[in-house]
């Protein structure tokens, strides 16, 4: 059966993947209206099914079911929260879409139904998009709005003047009836990023947005809804996330007859977009999965379909990297820098990054953000003497740049005090002393490109971190005094559209995301961005949150961990270093401290378990992620595991922060093996039959005492 499906006679379709369905029908009105979208049915079974009833029959005030649209537009009598609302040239803002036809696009490996629409009166053609992919259970959706009068000089006032929408999401999800709903989603801060929280949703409308331009580490621009029943293991979880990286809005929205509708797309409320005639705006992609498999299915098929369709270079080992902020933070010089690199290879490190400070006059923050020339007195012949003498070690040169900002004090913004955001009569808020450039300007963009291409092609630069530190105040600047919110726009398609354009200059180029630790991580950062900045905070008990967050979503292979020296520098905690490791090892590891501090004993140490990582790490980087113990309890342990994709081998990692009242720890019951084989303990040589590890579990043997943890790594016999 092909992934897309038509039934003419009831205008109903069926988009399949391997997992799920999802069927919609555009009904007598030529509104598309949801039927289902859960575990798998035939075209057949979905033709089959009733329209949901619609409860303005019965009162004049309950008026159209909010909940089950597919794009509930502002106009009629709808009045739930709507994915479309706009405002004609005239004044009129109610929309009368009428069915325009349709294209499926059958592709190897998947296909795209578009549904058009066009307004019953003005010069509107609204476009949704449908995509699905044969080998993941995620559907992409999009919408389209063009302005279709061809009167470009047509002034407001006339009805062929220019659209504002007010909002246009991206799509617009229902669910199934459930008797309750429970939302899983991230709350954050700077240096706590990610933070699961999972609640019984309120009746109403329940908001996750960021209005800071970026996609922000307050709240995460994913969704998961599942009925309350749901575990790791088992259940229905319905889930959604958005590829944007600016401001966003997500709506979710439980009506007193407790139906369950979700709206998302870019944006925050209040920020408009005008269609001139002729012109056409696309919405970024949200996707939505559907699985059968529980919390754990649900963030295995996430992974799964990241590497499959956003990751830039999913089949890549990441290296284990060494950066030196936390070593140095501004005081960067020469020598320091190669005293690190020549310690860091002594490990195995294999990519050394040097991070802030190595520019202009940046001895602090306060100065010298913009002005991307080598600080003479650090670096009195540039940086090829470092590029050089890291790359003599045998490992890869990293470099961090901040390219969005500039601080006040710098010679570019003395050149272009009119490059940043600003409005006039209006302060420029300062934030960490630095202003956000206005990359929604072309030639700020160009400038931007030009430095970036010329640093990375005169230098042998094989990697950027590239950082985001503040967001935006004072947004005004666009490019179109007569549309003011399209800088919003703008501003992150051409961030994309840099980060593009350096990645085809140079193919062997790899791009770190971060923005203050975890500030900017999203579908579309994944897309183009090799791996992420998990969080500032590198303390290795707040870590193990922090990753458990980011990885409900994101595929461990993106999420970056350091081990750090202690006592830590955003906890004031010191962790043995084992455990720091292995905090770390369960990410893509990378180093941070004053290694020509560290003991020789240490440095010994952290050879030997760099050593091991490169033993394991095909599993953290490439494997199905299962949570055996989420740390949400201090005193209880911590487990993930990584198995192969044909169950062959897997990793086990578990930590006990803290040993209460000498209890023994219960053996840890493993999932994802064959249980039929056989899998040796490589460190132990025990041989373990699967069923007995699925059913009976493994005994971590973890040391004595607090900070204890463990990592096996199991081997198909
Ligand atoms: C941000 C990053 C850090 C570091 C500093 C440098 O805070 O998250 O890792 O690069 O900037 O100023």
């Not at 669910?175 to 706590?192: I, K, Q």
């Not at 490059?419 to 072309?442: G, K």
């Not at 092609?457 to 004072?474: A, C, Q, S, V």
């Not at 919003?488 to 193919?507: E, G, I, K, S």
Request: include cysteine; aromatic fraction near 8%; proline fraction near 6%.
């Amino acid at each position: 059966m092909p992934a897309i499906s038509f039934a003419p006679a009831s205008r109903t379709w069926l988009l399949r993947t391997p997992g799920s369905a999802y069927a919609l029908r555009v009904d007598g009105d030529d509104v598309p209206r949801h039927l289902h979208w859960g575990e798998p049915l035939t075209l057949d079974q979905a033709d089959s099914l009733p329209l949901p009833a619609d409860l303005s029959g019965f009162n004049g005030f309950e008026g159209h079911t909010p909940v089950g649209e597919e794009l509930p537009v502002d106009g009629g009598s709808r009045f739930g929260a709507p994915s479309l609302q706009l405002r004609f040239a005239d004044g009129v803002r109610a929309l009368e879409p009428v069915a325009d036809g349709h294209s499926l696009t059958e592709q190897p490996t998947g296909a795209t139904l578009l549904l058009h629409f066009r307004d019953r009166h003005y010069p509107l053609r609204i476009t949704l998009g449908y995509q699905v992919h044969d080998d993941s259970d995620v559907i992409e959706r999009w919408t389209e709005l063009t302005h279709t009068g061809t009167d470009s000089e047509a002034g407001d006032g006339t009805e062929q003047g220019p659209i504002t929408v007010l909002r246009a999401d991206s799509a617009a999800w229902s669910l199934p009836p459930r008797d309750d709903y429970r939302l899983s989603h991230t709350t954050g801060a700077w240096a706590a990023e990610t933070q699961l929280r999972r609640s019984q949703l309120s009746y109403g409308e329940t908001v996750l947005t960021s209005r800071r331009g970026v996609t922000g580490h307050h709240a995460q621009p994913w969704a998961m809804v599942d009925a309350g029943d749901a575990d790791e293991q088992h259940g229905q979880v319905w889930s959604t996330a958005l590829a944007w990286s600016g401001s966003w809005r997500i709506t979710l929205q439980r009506t007193a007859d407790n139906a369950l509708g979700l709206s998302a797309g870019a944006g925050h409320e209040g920020l408009t977009v005008r269609l001139a005639p002729g012109a056409t705006h696309s919405t970024p992609r949200l996707a939505g999965l559907y699985s059968g498999g529980g919390f754990g299915g649900t963030s295995r098929s996430w992974h799964a379909h990241i590497r499959a369709h956003l990751l830039p270079h999913p089949d890549e080992t990441r290296p284990v990297l060494y950066n030196s902020w936390e070593a140095t933070a501004f005081a960067v010089t020469l020598e320091g820098q190669q005293q690190l690199a020549a310690h860091a290879a002594a490990l195995g490190v294999e990519l050394f990054v040097m991070d802030d400070g190595w520019f202009g006059a940046r001895r602090n923050d306060r100065a010298g953000l913009g002005d991307w020339t080598p600080y003479a007195g650090a670096f009195p012949d540039g940086l090829q003497p470092l590029v050089d003498s890291v790359h003599g070690l045998g490992m890869r040169f990293g470099l961090w740049v901040e390219p969005e900002m500039v601080n006040p004090d710098s010679d570019l913004y003395r050149a272009h005090p009119d490059w940043v955001l600003h409005q006039p009569n209006r302060r420029r808020t300062e934030l960490r002393h630095q202003l956000v450039l206005n990359l929604a300007r072309p030639e700020v963009a160009e400038w931007m490109y030009d430095w970036l291409t010329r640093l990375v092609g005169d230098h042998g630069i094989d990697y950027l971190k590239w950082d985001m530190n503040r967001p935006f105040t004072e947004a005004g600047g666009s490019a179109d005094p007569d549309d003011p919110d399209l800088l919003w726009t703008d501003y992150v398609r051409h961030y994309y559209q840099v980060v593009d354009r350096l990645r085809a200059d140079h193919p062997a180029l790899r791009i770190e995301a971060c923005s203050s630790g975890g500030g900017r991580v999203d579908l579309g950062v994944l897309a183009r961005h090799d791996q992420v900045w998990t969080s500032d905070n590198t303390d290795a008990s707040d870590r193990l949150v922090i990753q458990d967050g980011y990885a409900q979503v994101y595929p461990v292979r993106t999420m970056a961990a350091w081990v750090t020296d202690v006592p830590n520098q955003q906890t004031g905690r010191s962790i043995p270093l084992r455990f720091r490791f292995h905090s770390a090892m369960s990410g893509v590891l990378g180093l941070g401290g004053e290694l020509d501090r560290w003991t020789g004993a240490e440095l010994k140490e952290a050879a030997e378990l760099i050593a091991e990582y490169r033993t394991i790490r095909h599993l953290v980087q490439h494997g199905a992620l299962y949570r055996l113990r989420p740390p949400r309890s201090q005193n209880e342990l911590t487990a993930v595991q990584y198995t192969a994709a044909d169950a062959a081998e897997a990793v086990v990692f578990g930590w006990l922060e803290q040993r209460r009242f000498g209890r023994p720890q219960p053996p840890l019951r493993l999932a994802g093996l064959d249980r039929d084989a056989r899998y040796r303990d490589r460190r132990s040589g025990a041989v373990h039959h699967g069923a007995v590890l699925l059913e009976h579990g493994l005994d971590l043997e973890l040391p004595p005492g607090d900070w204890a943890s463990a990592v096996v790594h199991l081997v198909r016999v």
